[in-house]
């Protein structure tokens, strides 16, 4: 698993998850944007890649572990529109998303994934895709 350690600092449903994921069906890629403090979430939120200054990924001294991981199949590659494999690299990050959420429902763990907001498998309803983003649901 790439950036391994960056798991250190979550909570340990996600540890287990991409742990079993890793082991289980292919190397995982651990993305640095897991992690982030407070000025980094607000650089995010400027740049678009982030919707709210909630972050289930910002580590605070009320919640000391991230609560979701970026993370994609190594090596990762982001879609770039206008590349030959952009569609690709899409189904590559949804694809991703599936095995993550069937492995983390046998696990038991609940997750929401950034691809599937609502969790509904109807892609057409969403308005911001977070292809690489898996937090932890609650109740």
């Known amino acids: 698993m790439k950036n391994k350690h960056l798991l250190n600092q979550c909570v340990p449903e996600l540890i287990v998850l991409f742990s079993k994921v890793n082991v289980l069906i292919a190397e995982v890629e651990i993305l640095p944007s897991t992690i982030r403090t407070f000025e980094q979430q ?34 990762h590659k ?6 030959n494999d952009y569609w690709k690299d899409w189904a590559r990050l949804y694809y991703f998303g599936g095995v993550v959420m069937a492995t983390a429902k ?34």
Do not use: Q
Not at 123 to 138: A, P, Y
């Open 106 to 139: 046998g696990l038991g763990i609940k997750v929401r994934f950034g691809g599937d907001w609502n969790g509904n498998f109807n892609l057409k309803d969403e308005n911001f895709f977070d292809g690489v983003h898996f937090e932890m649901k609650e109740g």
């Open 78 to 83: 982001w879609p770039v529109e206008g590349d």
């Open 42 to 75: 607000k650089a995010f939120v400027a740049a678009g890649t982030s919707k709210t200054m909630n972050s289930t990924h910002l580590i605070t001294p009320e919640n000391p572990l991230s609560r979701a991981v970026d993370a994609g199949f190594y090596p």
